[in-house]
Each structure stands twice: as structure tokens, then as C-alpha cells.
């Protein structure tokens, strides 16, 4: 059952993996929604602690280590600066941005799992898993590769094929191999302490039961958990990095990730006050009142963790309060496909900021009006272009640009006085009134793309009553009617600089700060007098700019030559050709040669006339490189040719040997050429 009125707010972000960078689906899924929804709350005066931070442990955190060549700690201290500092200048307002590395993680973790241990909670139990005999380790899920029983893909995972999608187990892949040694693993008998979820399914199921308000997504994936039938899980692990168990004889055991990730919420809140006050004093106030309302953002991939998972943990330990409401979002895909952080099909958040500098709210605004609140939604550059320009350009800053250089033109940027109300002002007025409370209760109940929606109707009603009252004409006839018609649109400009704030959030500051609007919270939006008369209000300034077609056609490239590489990765070199002998190789006469001369041939795409120097002589060769090399770049290259090619006629013209080339596995071509400097003439044994 839903808190009514709550005395606080603790609100959480889910603990993103430190093991690369950020990229718009985790930030349409999860971080956006969540500043949204805390910017509003503190609007309107709430006591709220946004909460969030690095994932720093489990198998994800080694593998990359183990690419680039770095030790685990090595990998997240890199990520979680690239991350933190990406979020910080995207505007996500977190009160902390914590690390499950730090001390007071391992401390609060260990703390939980000893008490669930002192109290009988936990099943000692020993199964068989994989294990690598040449690395002496026991292997992860993800640690072990074959080849895919669906699609033969050669390197799926243990636990996922990522060309098909399919999940798995390492007992189905084919040929299975350690990624550490490339050995066969073997099973091996290892205990481990396990949560007994099917003993606490029934009061897990009572609290999920509890929730009738839950988004339909959630409650449709706990519903299907629980009608299966949860079973034990084990919370903990044989790995070399994470946070120790904290029992005797546990040597190279670990703590569940998804035990202690959770968890992490807590810690993190303990060192927000440390950071803050200097002590964790009153971290129970945030986790163990019963008038905090807990609300977690995720994504829907961390659905099961933190509405049955991570809430079993929570009915066990019996203090702490269970999260009022975890409205999970779905995927966002990206140009008609999966975002696949392997294969960087992704927008980064970095390469983002990195790129289009200064556009921070454009990405919210579109991030958030295409959320994927119930089912997967998609991003197109062609989308976010026609957003910027056709929304946020053409209607929003449209709007507040023609009220604030109208004040400027006819009353010397003064906030003129409101005389009589006509009806329309009254009607517009009324409108004025009712639209925060319509994108306050949207907001609310977690429907940010509806907030989204009246917002943007607030600037369309601003741009009507512009277009129906025209202060551009009323001035020459009425001057005293047009100090009522700017009054009206500066009230609506001031109360949108309020309700967009949490979305866009530097753009309101760029208004608060140009209409001297201060102090105001969300309860002031839709007041008929938020601007006081003879209040200056500065000169506009330009709030968002239209994006032309040669930035979005870069980005969308960038995304193409990704596809291209990934196409590329699976390429093979072509098998070798059959076996010929040695007098078939001695007959063909291959020298050094230069080119002396080239140009395009006309009505041909693919051929060069060329003009090459053998040293006896100059032969004219035509080469079907010109999809390749330009003419001018090539005159004076040292290649390797045939010379004893028996001569072919095309386009009307006779060529006499061939230019040797080598093909890259991107089907680019390469001249072969002499190690050192080779006479022309000089012949290839």
C-alpha cells in the first residue's frame, strides 16, 4: 500500500556497472526520470535524498579489466570519473554519487550479511560449477565461452549469446572453454550460502500483492517470478574481487553482487552525511522510518533484484523499509536496433556532451518526451532534430523570446502593469492556473512524458494568446491594452521557467535569471503575479538554437561506420586457394614499378589510365581503383606490377599488365610495395 505523506523522500538511481561509459538508454531508462521526479519534489518543498553511484564488483568489472589490460580497481576508478563528471554536467542533481568500493560499502554490506547469518537465515549448501584447472578459479557464467546451441554463434557467453539473444547456461554451450586459460573446464564441488526466496516467497508475494499502483510492467514481470516459483539463490560467490564473506575458512569467496549492490543505496546514503556532517548519524531516518517513502529507479532489466530479490533481503534482516514504488522503465533502442554497448551501437553520454556542447537540455527534453514509461521506445537523430527545432526552438523558446523582446521594444524591458481583464486574459489566466497542477500530479505518479506534454501546451497557449491578441498592431491604436497582453505573457513565461525546471533545467535557470524571477517554488506556478509591474527583466537572449542537417548527418555517420566495424569483426579471411606449382609461380614476372602518371577514365566509375615506369620502358595500365585513390595521390607510388600479364582491351582502350594490390578486411585496397628502395625494374623472386 502506497504512502499518502510521506515525511521524506529517499530516492535511488540504480547502481550502474563502473566498467564503461554512460550512453542515452541508461539515461532514457532510468537517471533522467529520476532527476525529474526529485527536482519536482524539492519544487515543492520535499525532504528528499537522491541517491546513487557506481557498481564496483562482479564479474562485468573483470572482464573489462582483463581487456584493457588494467586491474579491477584500475577499471572503475576510470569509469566512475568519466561517469560522475558526465552526470554532474548532464545536470543529474544527486545529493551523492558513492562507490561500492569504498569502505563504508564493505562495511554496511558485511554488517547486513552477518546478521541475516547470526540469525539462521541463510542455507549452507554444495553444488558443482565450473572450474578452470589451469587458472585454478572458479568460473563466473560469464567467464565461460562456446559455441551457441541456436546459432552457432563460436563466442556466446555462459550465460547469453549476444548475436541471437538467447539465455543460457555454460551445461548448453558447445565445446565450452575458460576465457582465463582457454581450457576445458571441469566441474567442481564449492559451497556457498544461499537465500531461501521460496521460504520468504510468501511474504515477498504479500508485499508485491500490496502494490496494486505499481507500473503493469513491473508487476507483470514480479507476477511472473512468483507464479514460477522462486527458489534459493545463492549470495555468494568463488571470485577474486568484491567484498569478502565475512565468515571463517571463506578464503576467495565473494558477496553476491547482487546481495551487496543494493544494499549500496544505504551505504551511500551513510556517506552523503559523512561527506555532509561528518558522521553517518541519521542514515535510519532515510531507511528505517516508516513515513520514508523509498522509491527506486531502474531499468526493466533490474526488476526482479529490487522488487523480490533485494526486498527478501530486506523482510529478512526486518528493520529496514521496503521501496514504496519502483517505476521501471523499458529499453530505448537506437536507430532501429538494440543499443549493444559490445558492438558501440550507442550515444554517449561523453561523446555527447563532447560534441554538441551546451545542448545538455536538449538531450533531456528528448530523452524524457520519448521515455520508454510502458513499452521499448526508439531514438533517431532525425527525431531529436525535429524535436529541437519544431519543439523546443519553434514552440517553447519561440514563446518566451517574442514576450521578452516585445516588453523590450514597446516598455524598455519593464514589466509593464496589467489594466482590465478581457475575457480572453481571464480564460488564458484560468488555463494558467490549472497546468502545474495537472504536471505536478503526472509527475507524481511517475507519467513524465504527459508532465512533458502540458509543459510544452503551457508555451502553445502563450504562443496562441500572442497570435490571437497581436500586441505588434494593438500598440499603434491601444497602447494601454498591450500592457495587460505582455503582463499575461510574462506571468506564463515566469511559470514556465518553473514547471519545465525539472527537465530542463539549465534553460529555466537562463529564464529565472532573465526574468529576475527568485525564490519561487512550485506552488507560485500559474499565479497571475509572479512578476511584479516595473520589474526589469533582461534582454533576450537565445535559449535553444535550430540544428542543421550536417550535425545530425555526422552523428547518424558515426553510427553507420560502427555497424561497419562490427560487420567487419565477423569477416574471415578467405580460405587459401589450391596448391600450385612452382613453375606455374616462376612464369609470372612481377617488378618494381613506378607511377608516373594517372588520371580517371571518362564514363568509368572504377578505372585509372595509369602510366607506370619498369625501367626498360613505360607501360599504360588501366586499374579498377578509382573508387579508391585519386589521381593526384597516387603519381610517384612505388608499386609492385606484372609485367608478363598478356594485354586486355577495355573501354575501348589496351592495358598491358596489372598493379599488385592488397584488400583490408574492410575491402579497402593497399599498394604492395618494396620494403626500401627498389630501382624500377627489379624483379620479385
Not at 541456436?150 to 555454460?170: F, I, K, M, T
Not at 561523453?350 to 527534453?365: A, F, I, M, T
Request: hydrophobic letters at 40%; one cysteine or more; a negative charge.
Amino acid at each position: 500500500m502506497a504512502i499518502t505523506d510521506p515525511k521524506r523522500y529517499t530516492v535511488t538511481a540504480a547502481l550502474i556497472y563502473a566498467n564503461g561509459p554512460i550512453h542515452i538508454g541508461h539515461l532514457a531508462g532510468c537517471y533522467v526520470p529520476a532527476d525529474i521526479y526529485v527536482r519536482y519534489l524539492r519544487s515543492n518543498g520535499k525532504d528528499v535524498a537522491f541517491i546513487s553511484g557506481t557498481d564496483e564488483h562482479g564479474v562485468p568489472i573483470t572482464i573489462r579489466a582483463k581487456k584493457e589490460g588494467l586491474t579491477p580497481q584500475g577499471v572503475v576508478d576510470k569509469y566512475y570519473t568519466q561517469i560522475d563528471s558526465a552526470f554532474k554536467e548532464l545536470g543529474i542533481s544527486f545529493d551523492v554519487y558513492s562507490r561500492t568500493s569504498k569502505p563504508i560499502h564493505h562495511q554496511t554490506s558485511q554488517e547486513i550479511f552477518t546478521d541475516l547469518y547470526n540469525k539462521g537465515v541463510f542455507i549452507e549448501e554444495t553444488t558443482e560449477q565450473y572450474y578452470d584447472e589451469t587458472a585454478q578459479q572458479f568460473l563466473a557464467d560469464r567467464y565461460i565461452v562456446g559455441t551457441c546451441p541456436v546459432c552457432a554463434n563460436p563466442n556466446a557467453y555462459g550465460d547469453q549469446c549476444e548475436r541471437c539473444g538467447s539465455a543460457l547456461s555454460p551445461t548448453e554451450l558447445i565445446e565450452p572453454h575458460s576465457m582465463l586459460s582457454g581450457a576445458k573446464p571441469v566441474m567442481k564441488a564449492t559451497t556457498n550460502w544461499f537465500l531461501p526466496l521460496d521460504k520468504l516467497q510468501p511474504q515477498v508475494e504479500a508485499f508485491v500483492n500490496s502494490h496494486p499502483e505499481w507500473k503493469t510492467n513491473v508487476l507483470g514481470q514480479c507476477q511472473s517470478w512468483l507464479k514460477e516459483g522462486l527458489k534459493p539463490r545463492a549470495m555468494t560467490r568463488d571470485l577474486d574481487w568484491g567484498i569478502p564473506v565475512p565468515l571463517p575458512g571463506t578464503d576467495g569467496k565473494v558477496l553476491y553482487v547482487w546481495f551487496e549492490a543494493p544494499i549500496g543505496y544505504i551505504s551511500a546514503t551513510k556517506d552523503w552525511l559523512i561527506q555532509k556532517n561528518g558522521t553517518d548519524e541519521g542514515w535510519e531516518n532515510w531507511w528505517k522510518e516508516k513515513d520514508t517513502k523509498l522509491v527506486h529507479f531502474i531499468g526493466k532489466d533490474n526488476i526482479v533484484f529490487h522488487c523480490i530479490i533485494f526486498p527478501a533481503t530486506i523482510i529478512a534482516e526486518g528493520n529496514l523499509i521496503l521501496p514504496d514504488n519502483v517505476p521501471a522503465n523499458e529499453f530505448m533502442n537506437l536507430e532501429g536496433d538494440k543499443i549493444s554497448t559490445s558492438r558501440n551501437w550507442a550515444v554517449w553520454l561523453h561523446e555527447y556532451l563532447e560534441e554538441l556542447p551546451g545542448k545538455q537540455d536538449v538531450l533531456r527534453y528528448v530523452l524524457a518526451a520519448n521515455a520508454p514509461e510502458t513499452k521499448d521506445s526508439e531514438f533517431t537523430w532525425k527525431d531529436f532534430q525535429t524535436r529541437n527545432n519544431s519543439e523546443l526552438v519553434g514552440i517553447f523558446g519561440n514563446f518566451i523570446n517574442r514576450a521578452v523582446v516585445l516588453t523590450h521594444k514597446f516598455f524598455n524591458g519593464k514589466v509593464p502593469a496589467a489594466g482590465e481583464l478581457q475575457e480572453i486574459d481571464q480564460k488564458v489566466l484560468s488555463e494558467l492556473a490549472a497546468f502545474p497542477i495537472r504536471i505536478g500530479e503526472a509527475m507524481e505518479n511517475y507519467r513524465f512524458r504527459e508532465a512533458l506534454t502540458f509543459i510544452m501546451d503551457l508555451a502553445r497557449l502563450g504562443n496562441k494568446y500572442l497570435a490571437d491578441t497581436q500586441p505588434w498592431h494593438v500598440i499603434k491604436t491601444d497602447p494601454d491594452r498591450v500592457n495587460t497582453i505582455l503582463n499575461v505573457a510574462l506571468q506564463i513565461t515566469a511559470s514556465l521557467a518553473i514547471v519545465s525546471e525539472p527537465v530542463i533545467p539549465f534553460t529555466a535557470q537562463k529564464i529565472i535569471t532573465q526574468l529576475g524571477v527568485k525564490n519561487k517554488t512550485w506552488a507560485d506556478a500559474g499565479k497571475p503575479d509572479l512578476l511584479d509591474a516595473g520589474q526589469v527583466i533582461e534582454e533576450a537572449s537565445l535559449l535553444f538554437e535550430k540544428i542543421e542537417d550536417h550535425v545530425i548527418e555526422k552523428q547518424i555517420q558515426k553510427l553507420l561506420d560502427a555497424k561497419r566495424l562490427n560487420q567487419l569483426e565477423g569477416k574471415v579471411v578467405s580460405e587459401v586457394k589450391p596448391e600450385v606449382q612452382f613453375d606455374d609461380f616462376a612464369k609470372m614476372d612481377i617488378r618494381v614499378a613506378t607511377i608516373v602518371e594517372a588520371e580517371n577514365v571518362p564514363k568509368s566509375k572504377k578505372l585509372l589510365k595509369l602510366k607506370v615506369d619498369i625501367g626498360s620502358e613505360q607501360r599504360m595500365v588501366l586499374s579498377g581503383i578509382s573508387e579508391h585513390f585519386k589521381p593526384e595521390d597516387i603519381i610517384g607510388k612505388k608499386v609492385l606490377y606484372l609485367a608478363n600479364l598478356a594485354p586486355r582491351k577495355m573501354m575501348g582502350m589496351e592495358s598491358h599488365g596489372m598493379i599488385l594490390m592488397a584488400e583490408d578486411r574492410d575491402g579497402s585496397l593497399a599498394f604492395v610495395q618494396p620494403g626500401k628502395e627498389i630501382w624500377n625494374g627489379g624483379t620479385v623472386n
